[in-house]
């Protein structure tokens, strides 16, 4: 198949034979983060985006979640923070075999130029070295990934070029 990007924000699918590298930025519009770099997982059933100081909140009826998020790898002082309904509570194991309850949210995800629905969980990645995890769930029949290459959909305008930001 050879499928141009959409020129339309509201398309939801990529065609299957859009490859992603191990890592790739991804934008979360809706939470106002331009971009994020984030590893993708094809170990990981869900996706997880790096929160702090979430707080479950009222609005309208609805149950709702208030969170910060830090965008960017290796700096603890740009905060964005974001709101929105919850999706659902869910226990979830991760990698090193520890369950916790976490609050998942959907939101949208520009990944190159594709826009798709996304459901994240809200966690604290500090320890870890991505801000956040694309795992299977949000690639099914999307995606396929090539582990020998990074950034294969660029680097978004206005992130500046680094050694490491570079595709191979």
């Known amino acids: 198949m050879n499928a141009s990007p959409p020129s339309s924000p509201a398309a939801l699918a990529a065609p299957r034979s ?3 590298g191990w890592r790739e930025w991804v934008g979360l519009p809706d939470l106002g983060i331009d971009a994020v770099k984030c590893k993708v997982d094809t170990g990981a059933r869900s ?3 790096h929160a702090f100081q979430v707080e479950r909140f009222t609005r309208d009826g609805s149950h709702w ?3 910060g998020i830090h965008p960017h790898q290796h700096d603890n002082q740009t905060e964005v923070w974001c709101e929105a309904p919850v999706l659902d509570v869910r226990n979830v194991t991760d990698s090193g ?13 520009r990944i190159g ?3 798709l629905p996304l459901e994240l969980s809200l966690t604290s990645r500090d320890t870890m070295l ?5 795992g299977r769930e949000a690639m099914r029949g999307r995606f396929l990934v090539d582990p020998q290459r990074s950034f294969v959909l660029g680097r978004p305008a206005g992130i500046p070029a680094t050694p490491e930001q570079d595709p191979e």
């Open 18 to 20: 859009t490859t992603l």
């Open 47 to 49: 996706s997880a985006l």
């Open 65 to 67: 979640v208030r969170f």
């Open 97 to 109: 075999g520890h369950s916790s309850e976490r609050y998942f949210i959907a939101t949208q995800a």
């Open 113 to 115: 130029d594709w826009i």
């Open 130 to 134: 991505f801000r956040m995890l694309l």
